[in-house]
């Protein structure tokens, strides 16, 4: 498992790494108390600064969302319209259960495709990423289930 460990690449917005700060950001200094000072360290605590994903990933990755689930949930929208059009003008008897399957099925594509523009957009802030981002997906998968993983066995 360490071997693994050393072959993952970090996110560019871990909190390990240490990124430019805008320059709109104002440095305020640390102030330490007696009481911090003698606490012993348990976790050091991150700011939103650098917690905070990147303005070009958050971007990248609302395009994508945008694309990824805005498309199937449009055409979900426009089958209940046709549909309509269709029985209501051209006195096409459409089957109840074959309209709702459809309809169903576009909007569940919506639903995944929320999932799948997040974790098909490019995290790192210099790679813009695939048209498609199956490469990026796999990355980014196996990036969130190793966090999972961490956590299961962190909270045994």
């Known amino acids: 498992m360490a071997a693994e460990e050393s072959e993952r690449s970090p996110l560019p917005f871990e909190p390990n790494k240490k990124r430019q700060k805008p320059a709109k950001a104002i440095k305020q200094p640390v102030l330490k108390t007696p009481e911090t000072e003698n606490k012993p360290q348990q976790q050091r605590r991150y700011s939103k600064q650098e917690m905070a994903i990147p303005e070009v990933v958050s971007q990248?990755?609302?395009?994508?969302?945008?694309?990824?689930?805005?498309?199937?949930?449009?055409?979900?929208?426009?089958?209940?319209?046709?549909?309509?059009?269709?029985?209501?003008?051209?006195?096409?008897?459409?089957?109840?259960?074959?309209?709702?399957?459809?309809?169903?099925?576009?909007?569940?594509?919506?639903?995944?495709?929320?999932?799948?523009?997040?974790l098909s957009a490019s995290w790192d802030e210099e790679r813009p990423g695939t048209i498609l981002g199956l490469a990026e997906f796999s990355t980014n998968w196996g990036r969130m289930t190793e966090v999972w993983r961490d956590t299961q066995k962190k909270n045994v």
């Open 60 to 118: 990248r990755m609302i395009r994508r969302v945008a694309a990824f689930c805005g498309v199937p949930t449009f055409l979900g929208v426009s089958s209940l319209i046709v549909s309509y059009l269709l029985v209501t003008l051209a006195d096409i008897q459409l089957p109840p259960i074959a309209v709702l399957l459809v309809n169903m099925g576009l909007f569940g594509l919506g639903v995944v495709g929320i999932t799948y523009g997040v």
